[in-house]
Structure formats: C-alpha cells, structure tokens
C-alpha cells in the first residue's frame, strides 16, 4: 500500500470518526435547547398557574417530546392523522420562543411586584395567544411586493414573478392554490422559482399540479431542501409540469433576456465556479436564479444584471432573524454591487412552523423598464 493511500485510508477514519461525533453533539446541543425552548414555558406557566403536578407533567411530556416525534418518527409519514400531529408540533415549535419572551417580561414584573405570578401567567398566554395568531395569518396570506427599476440591458419592459420557499410537504396544495391564483392575477410574462419549493419525499404531483395553471413559463433552480429529498424524482415531476428545470444552464427567454439557474450548494465559491461553465449573452439582461444569497461579487464580475434568492426567511419568526443576520451579509430586500442587483425574498411559504413574526410570506413581481 503507497504512502498516498494510507493517508487517504487515515483521512477517510478520522472522517468516520468525527462523524459520529459531530453528530453526538448535534444532538447535544438539540436536547440542551429543549430546556429553555419547551420545559421552561411550561414549568414556570403551571407554577404561576398553580397547576398541580400531574397536570403540569402531563402537558410537560408532549410538548417537550414534540420536536423529537416530529422531525424523526413522523418525518416521512404522509397520512392524514401523522400530518396534523406535524402541525401541532411545527405551531408548538413556533409558539415557543413568543413564549420565552413573552414569560421573561412578565419575570420582571413579578419580581418587581407590578403584576402577582397568577396574573403574569394569563397574560402570558394572552399576548403569546394573539401573537401566534396573527403569525398564523402572517404565514398563510402571501401578499404581493412589487420591485421596480430599471435596466440599460433591457429593450421593452420585462414583467416576472420569483417565489421561493413554498415548502410544498410542510405546505398544502391549497396553499400552493391559492399562491397560484394571486400570480395570475397580476399577469406575469414567466415565473422563477428560486428553490426550497419541495421539501419531504414523494410528493405527488397532485400536489403541485396547479403549476400548470399559470399559463405562461416557469423557471426552476434547486434549493437545499430538495438536495435532503429524493431531488432526481421532484425534478421528474416537475418537468412533467412543463417547468423548466436549469441547472447550471440558461435559457434565451426572448432576445434581450437570459435566464440563468444555478444548483443550490454549501459552497461560498459555487456561483463563480458554475457561472464560469455557461456563455452569458453580453448584450442581453442577465437573470441569475441562485437560491442561497452568496456570489453577488462573482455575479457583478461575470455581468449578471440582477441575481435573486431566498433561503432566509429573514428569520421567519423574531428573535432568529437576529441568527440569520450573523450568517448572512443580505438577509431580505434589494442590494447593488456595481451594475449588479441581487434580491433576497422572505419567502412565499413557511418551514415548521405555519407562522411568521416580524416577517410576511412574499409573492415578489417584479417590474423592470429599459432606460
């Protein structure tokens, strides 16, 4: 055996082994947050509440063992009652830091005297009540955002709409319905689809089949969430849609337009690296669908006149946009390199939990003129 492979051998086994433990701390970390995300609302609720134990142990357990059933044994159950028991736990998931807040004011004003602890306890679940529910209605009412400018590279007026992050699995094909309905009602000449559209295994195309009801081309690059799933099978169905899949290629819309995908990857570099393979038309607006926001740099260097994304959510429920800003240099709305735009949308749909705080869950029209 050469020196070569037994060094690959070596790295191959110190991979193996750092796996697992990569994973015991994943896992760690996972647990450890259950305490303030789950236990805590609970245990000091029912104390406030004066809830006696049994009572207190009996909401303890499934809430605090909601995430775990969730995201492991209930992972690719497609049954009626196995998705509404996901539901509940998404909401649990996304009531819970409302909660935390919500819990850690109302200590301080217990422990001031302002309010006594039975009081804190009601209105505690009031204001985390009424929150969630307007989150609720936040995350299932896409509302249209119009983005204007205007471009030397165009030469008649280019109208399209981006969605991104619908989660179709986590989301319902109403959602997808009525997402459908609000895009044909303002006339769009195609529309991308910026990845995260598909985000459980065998989804029918049932599901999404009100795709083919847009009526004009749709444009599709891939997002993580369909690199976790069975991505050759939602490409299948997809294309049996009639949606044209890009994957590191391009189409000439019409002749002053290029559409351009890109695969969704954990690589700062991916952008340039795949940008540098296709022959971008100079004389043509360049449309970038690129599904995490990184690579404008590569993007304003090939000549892309506008790049969108998503991915974000821009936190999708307060306080983790704060999170998600330490990750991400553009998080949501318009930035400019140069000649260059990229467009970071919220989202169209919600991942977990169906519910938005801070956040609206975004249809993006996009209308652009020639100069």
Not at 108 to 117: K, N, Q, R, S
């Amino acid at each position: 055996m050469s020196t070569s492979e037994t060094a690959q051998d070596s790295e191959t086994s110190t991979s193996a082994a750092a796996r697992p433990s990569g994973m015991r701390v994943f896992v760690a970390i996972f647990l450890l947050l259950h305490i303030p995300l789950f236990v805590y609302p609970v245990v000091r609720l029912c104390q406030w509440l004066d809830v006696e134990l049994w009572l207190t142990m009996t909401i303890l357990v499934p809430v605090a063992s909601s995430q775990v059933i969730s995201r492991w044994l209930l992972r690719d159950a497609r049954n009626f009652v196995a998705r509404r028991l996901r539901y509940v736990a998404d909401f649990i998931l996304g009531l819970s830091p409302i909660m935390v807040l919500t819990l850690l004011v109302f200590e301080v004003l217990v422990a001031t005297g302002i309010v006594t602890a039975k009081s804190a306890g009601v209105y505690t679940l009031l204001v985390a009540g009424v929150i969630s529910s307007l989150g609720v209605l936040l995350a299932v009412m896409p509302f249209v955002r119009t983005v204007s400018f205007s471009s030397e590279s165009l030469k008649s007026p280019l109208r399209f709409v981006q969605i991104t992050d619908v989660h179709i699995g986590s989301r319902s094909r109403a959602f997808l319905e009525q997402v459908v309905a609000k895009i044909k009602a303002v006339k769009p000449e195609f529309v991308c689809i910026t990845g995260d559209f598909i985000d459980a295994r065998n989804v029918p195309v049932s599901e999404i089949a009100s795709l083919k009801d847009l009526g004009c081309p749709v444009y599709f690059s891939i997002g993580n969430h369909e690199r976790y799933e069975d991505l050759d099978n939602i490409i299948e169905r997809l294309r049996s849609l009639d949606v044209q899949v890009l994957r590191t290629a391009s189409v000439q819309h019409r002749e002053d337009v290029q559409v351009i995908g890109i695969d969704d990857r954990d690589d700062a570099l991916q952008v340039e690296r795949e940008l540098s393979k296709l022959k971008l038309k100079e004389d043509a607006f360049g449309l970038l669908m690129y599904h995490r926001p990184r690579g404008l740099e590569a993007a304003e260097r090939a000549g892309i006149d506008l790049m969108i994304s998503g991915h974000t959510h821009n936190g999708q429920i307060f306080p983790f946009n704060l999170v998600v800003n330490r990750v991400f240099d553009q998080v949501v709305g318009m930035y400019q390199l140069g000649k260059s735009r990229l467009y970071v949308s919220q989202g169209t749909g919600t991942w977990g939990p169906v519910m938005r705080v801070g956040t609206r869950s975004e249809i993006t029209l996009f209308d652009i003129n020639p100069i």
